[in-house]
């Protein structure tokens, strides 16, 4: 399936981002993120309105539709989810969940090495991806998990070698000589990692699209321990 035009959103933290990507011409055409207070379901359709208006496209110019699709803010990815799915709907073509763990890998392709994405998710715990950038494509090295932060840093000192750090939760890893920050462009979601990986995947229809959390949302561990009280 030819999907030129590429509209990435992404919702899953307190960033708001917005992206869209050429993948024929290999060019990002614009790129926009705001740290915001407001619901993502106010900020999100008008981010991508204006990258439209930017650019001279209009929503029919758009080819396919990528959105984060966790780990992350419960309402968050639900908000990003929702509009793809109504998007993709409306205009008859197709979507693609991301991982926001691998969308915040290939937004630092530059990077030749091994990236661990990590977010925060609760208590002593992080979400965790690492990933091997070779400067134009990114590979999982393993799938994406929770785990305690002190576990992480143990097995990221097993590798042996330099390991760049990108993500909300990047400051939790304990500093170490072979740890490398992200810059500040590119520490949180911006939108262009999430277009950058989804012309690699292969496109779903928006029936096939939803949410991959890595833990429970409350409604299922309320039920958990329900059935286990009987």
Request: glycine share 8%; aromatic share 6%.
């Amino acid at each position: 399936m030819s999907v030129l035009r590429i509209l990435g959103i992404d919702t899953s933290g307190k960033v708001a981002a917005a992206a869209l990507y050429d993948s024929e011409a290999g060019c990002l055409l614009a790129q926009q993120s705001v740290y915001t207070k407001r619901t993502h379901s106010q900020v999100i359709l008008p981010l991508a309105e204006r990258l439209l208006a930017d650019t001279g496209l209009q929503w029919q110019d758009v080819d396919g539709f990528a959105v984060a699709k966790g780990p992350g803010s419960y309402t968050g990815l639900r908000i990003g989810i929702a509009a793809v799915k109504a998007m993709a709907y409306a205009l008859q073509i197709p979507c693609v969940g991301i991982s926001t763990l691998e969308g915040l890998a290939w937004q630092n392709l530059s990077w030749q090495g091994v990236i661990c994405s990590v977010m925060t998710a609760r208590q002593a715990l992080v979400y965790a991806g690492l990933y091997r950038s070779d400067g134009t494509t990114v590979t999982a090295l393993r799938p994406d998990g929770m785990q305690p932060v002190a576990e992480l840093s143990e097995q990221l000192a097993a590798l042996g070698e330099p390991v760049l750090l990108v993500g909300d939760a990047m400051e939790e890893i304990p500093a170490s000589a072979f740890l490398h920050a992200a810059s500040p462009a590119t520490k949180l979601q911006n939108g262009a990692g999430i277009c950058l990986a989804a012309a690699q995947a292969a496109w779903q229809t928006p029936e096939e699209l939803f949410p991959e959390y890595l833990q429970l949302v409350k409604a299922e561990k309320d039920l958990q321990e329900k059935q286990r009280a009987k």
